[in-house]
């Protein structure tokens, strides 16, 4: 019996001492894996905060451990409120990450845990003010909608507005003619875009084309890439998502795209280092860091700090009174323009009407005479499955709009989670939907599009 008592205590402390040295290299050197997913945790849990005032234990249990990762689940998180910062880890302990919010800015991931680096890069940028809309003028204008009662069944309906939904609006002819929103959320709460910032991101690109500062045939991009091809890349390539570089969008590992979300600092910088794995304009490759880069080009252009930082809001947000929008920086202070931007869901509408007004709001021509045509257009070597000009041409699944029913100038912004904007031009109509739907769910939001096409076109 003493004998099977030694043998359980060497067996307890030699466990209890590869359980230490475990613990102590998670501790020194954790998995990169491991800091993929707590810099996630950190973003989400202080934009969702910061930005959109919702409570920090409900947005780590909802959004970030519930669709996700097995590892997410066992994310915790810390909330400074006086610092506004956000410290996420494994247990409570392992692969630390970190996000600090800035006032105009939301939140950045900081990987590298300098907090005063991130403060500085937008330090003293003061955002030009955006008057709150009118409460008592119709929307766009105002904030007052026109609900279409043939509307309001299809709202309704659990199966096509989809699990997870968050907000849906619809517009057509210029007004606001039905909206929902999901439990514990409204119409005054700003949402996540993921990747339907790479349209918006875009638009800021056209801006810059419209005024005569930028145009899509410049290249010789970057000084780091004087010499060799990719210097041959131009700002239409990027647009068209045809670059060339070699950039993995896989999820749910240690890839170039989470990589440069959640463990790069200077996103920008990590992306325009990678190599040509093809020629430029000769293969798709759909890539969250070519929008990066692209955001990258319009801060370039426009020279100062001050100015980059502000142009979204003086360019864009200000003049469709989009008063909601956050167009958020990473650690250096470069526009996120793959990924990072919140609005309430009638401020993305807002932008969804500019498109289907042709890039024209009030009259007055923001985006460049046929940009927005060429979102509706696809690309020859995307197979016809995305646009020169960072949308799709089908919703997701890949799926011909024809086999829906909807009309053959469909075109989509979409994003991660089931974020989707159906425009269609020829109808005057877009449908807004956004929500936290991972793709497994397999929801497709075309046969709500397709039935408030019908729906309004009945009424017509």
């Known amino acids: 019996m003493g004998r099977l008592r030694r043998i359980a205590a060497r067996t ?22 491991l800091s993929v997913g707590s810099g996630y945790a950190a973003k989400i849990v202080c934009s969702n905060v910061f930005i959109a005032g919702r409570d920090p234990d409900a947005v780590l249990a909802l959004d970030v451990q519930a669709p996700g990762h097995p590892l997410l689940r066992l ?61 008592d003028r119709p929307w766009p204008e105002g904030e007052t909608g026109s609900a ?11 199966d096509l507005v989809g699990p997870g939904m968050r907000s849906v609006v619809v517009v057509h002819d210029g007004r606001l003619v039905g ?47 004087q010499g060799d091809a990719r210097a041959k890349i131009t700002v239409a390539d990027l ?36 190599p040509l794995d093809a020629n430029p304009g000769e293969r798709f490759n759909y890539s969250s860091g070519t929008a ?12 100062d700090r001050w100015t980059a930082l502000s142009y979204p809001a003086s360019a864009l947000f200000g003049p469709l009174g989009m008063r909601s929008a956050v167009m958020e920086t990473d650690e250096t202070g470069i526009f996120v323009g793959s990924s990072y931007m919140y609005a309430t869901a009638r ?39 995305y646009s020169h000009v960072q949308t799709w041409i089908n919703g997701p699944g890949g799926v011909a709009n024809a086999r829906y029913g909807l009309p053959a100038d469909t075109f989509w912004m979409l994003g991660h989670d089931g974020q989707s904007i ?36 009945t009424k017509g």
């Not at 279409?148 to 659990?158: E, F, I, K, R, S």
Request: with cysteine.
């Open 12 to 33: 307890t402390i030699g466990a209890s001492v590869v359980l230490a040295i475990a613990a102590s290299w998670l501790i020194a050197r954790p998995p990169e894996l």
């Open 75 to 135: 994310m915790h998180q810390s909330v400074d409120r006086v610092d506004k910062t956000v410290t996420a880890s494994l247990l409570g302990i392992f692969a630390p990450n970190y996000a600090a919010y800035r006032e105009g800015f939301g939140c950045a991931n900081v990987p590298d845990g300098d907090f005063v680096a991130a403060q500085q890069a937008v330090a003293d940028v003061v955002l030009p003010k955006i008057a709150p809309p009118p409460a």
């Open 148 to 158: 279409d009662p043939g509307l309001a069944a299809l709202l309704d309906d659990p």
């Open 179 to 225: 909206e929902r929103y999901g439990d514990g959320f409204s119409a005054d709460v700003p949402l996540l875009g993921w990747s339907l910032t790479k349209t918006v991101n875009a638009a800021l690109v056209g801006r810059l084309v419209k005024d005569g500062q930028l145009s899509p045939l410049q290249s010789n991009l970057f000084a780091g890439w």
């Open 239 to 274: 647009l068209a998502m045809q670059d060339g570089l070699a950039f993995n969008e896989g999820y749910g590992n240690v890839t170039d795209v989470t990589r440069m979300l959640f463990l790069e600092p200077n996103m920008a910088r990590f992306v325009w280092s990678l």
């Open 292 to 303: 990066v880069l692209l955001s990258h080009v319009f801060m370039n252009v426009l020279g």
């Open 347 to 385: 401020d993305w509408a807002r932008f969804a009407q500019l498109l289907l007004d042709d890039g024209r709001w009030n009259g007055v021509r923001l985006l460049p005479e046929g940009f927005v045509k060429a979102m509706g257009t696809p690309t020859s070597v995307s197979n016809g499955a």
């Open 422 to 457: 159906a425009v269609i031009p020829s109808r005057q109509i877009a449908v807004i939907r956004l929500g936290l739907t991972p793709s497994r769910l397999d929801y497709r939001p075309q046969e709500l599009v397709r039935q408030v096409v019908d729906a309004l076109a």
